[in-house]
Each structure stands twice: as C-alpha cells, then as structure tokens.
C-alpha cells in the first residue's frame, strides 16, 4: 500500500508536556496531510505541508516533512485536555487528484 | 463556520436491504467524497465526485454502491444489498480545492 504506519499506535502524556506523532509512507508524494478525529466525530483538517517544505507551523502545531526518509511528525506543544483525540496522517493516492490515502493514526490521550 | 452534515448519526439495517445515507456539503464546494471507516480499521476512499459525475472510485466501491447529487444541496450514498462487512462509519467530505472537509459520519450497523 502507499501508506505506512503512524508510530506511536497509543500516546499518554500529561497535560503541559509536548506530544510528537509520526508518520510513514512509502511512495513519492506532493503533500501530506494531518487530520484530528475526536471520538465519534469526523476528521478535521489540521495542516497540510507540499513536498518541497521541511516544516510548517500552525499555532501549537509543528509538521516535519522528510521526504529522504518519507516520514513525518507531529508536534503539539503544551498540550491541553481538548486536544485528545486520534491524529491521521494522509496523502493523496498517485496519479490521483482526489483519493486521500490514509494511515492507521495515532490515539492521543492528555493526562489532566 | 459552514459544516458537512451527515443523516442519520446511526443506521441500523438488515442484511440484503437498501440503505442511503444523506449527505450536506458546503454549500460552494465543487468536489464531493465518500469515505468508510471499519472500526479499528483505517479511513478508506470510496468514491468522489465532481461536475455531476464520478471523477474515481476505489476498488471498495463495486456495483452494489451508487452516488447521486439530486438537486443542489444533497449528496447521498446509496448501498443496494447491503451485507455485513459493509457495516461501518461513512463520512462525506466535501472540497472547494485542496482541503477537504468532512461530516461527522454516519455508523451504519448491518444486521
């Protein structure tokens, strides 16, 4: 499959500390996606980073793109209560314009 | 903020019956999705859809599965004969360009 595993499968931490989240795929890309899905909701869209970019923020937000190693975290810094929930990873099929391929996610729970 | 709304939140249906599931995009989006979601499972593409037609499809998304736009608003997802592995959460996504926005999902429980 083009997609790989997003590492760790289950992340615990306090609230305040730091939560980094990875993710792994296996075929060029033009962009990856991070999406966050709170229990029994859809799939909100985070941030995108294109291929050509090695880092993005968005608020408490820290995307990494390494396209040699094709992987990419995930950073929430101070983490709150409100951000538990699953985090996706997703990339866009090849030769697609609309097919989102996604990885297994990560579970996120904060500790309050 | 406009939303992607999903009826209903829960459908429970025999096996071998008819299911549609409703879909809201927002209201300037152009591109439309469907995707499912097996618990435990990863998300998976269906079907998108575009100017009136559908622009691809997934392997997932064989003869028993249809899409219609039927007027200006809705977007359903109609499942012919249902079976038991179909039984899932479906989300409908929606998209002006790059981003898509999705609906809370619908948990269809095949019986």
């Known amino acids: 499959s083009q997609q790989g595993e997003e590492d760790p499968q289950a992340l615990s931490i306090q609230e305040g500390e730091n939560a980094t989240m990875n993710c792994s795929y296996k075929?060029?890309?033009?962009?990856l996606q991070w999406y966050r899905q709170n229990s029994g909701r859809g799939l909100v869209h985070l941030i995108l980073?294109?291929?050509n970019e090695r880092e993005k923020h968005s608020g408490r937000l820290r995307v990494t793109l390494d396209t040699s190693k094709k992987s990419s975290s995930l950073l929430i810094t101070a983490s709150r209560a409100a951000d538990t929930a699953s985090y996706f990873c997703?990339?866009?099929?090849?030769?697609?314009?609309?097919?989102?391929?996604w990885g297994a996610g990560t579970k996120l729970i904060i500790k309050p | 903020e406009p939303e992607v709304t999903q009826t209903p939140s829960h459908q429970v249906t025999q096996m071998g019956q008819e299911v549609i599931l409703r879909c809201v995009p927002i209201s300037n989006h152009l591109y439309f999705y469907w995707y499912r979601q097996i618990l435990g499972q990863k998300v998976e593409f269906l079907v998108s859809f575009y100017n009136n037609e559908i622009s691809e499809k997934s392997e997932i998304f064989d003869d028993q599965f249809s899409v219609e736009r039927p007027d200006g608003s809705n977007f359903t997802l109609k499942i012919r004969s249902t079976k038991l592995e179909d039984s899932a959460m479906y989300f409908c996504?929606?998209?002006?360009?790059?981003?898509?926005?999705f609906g809370d999902g619908t948990r269809l429980s095949i019986l």
């Open positions: 996504a929606s998209s002006y360009a790059r981003y898509q926005h």
């Open positions: 997703a990339t866009l099929k090849l030769d697609s314009n609309y097919q989102l391929i």
């Open positions: 075929t060029s890309i033009n962009n």
């Open positions: 980073i294109r291929s």
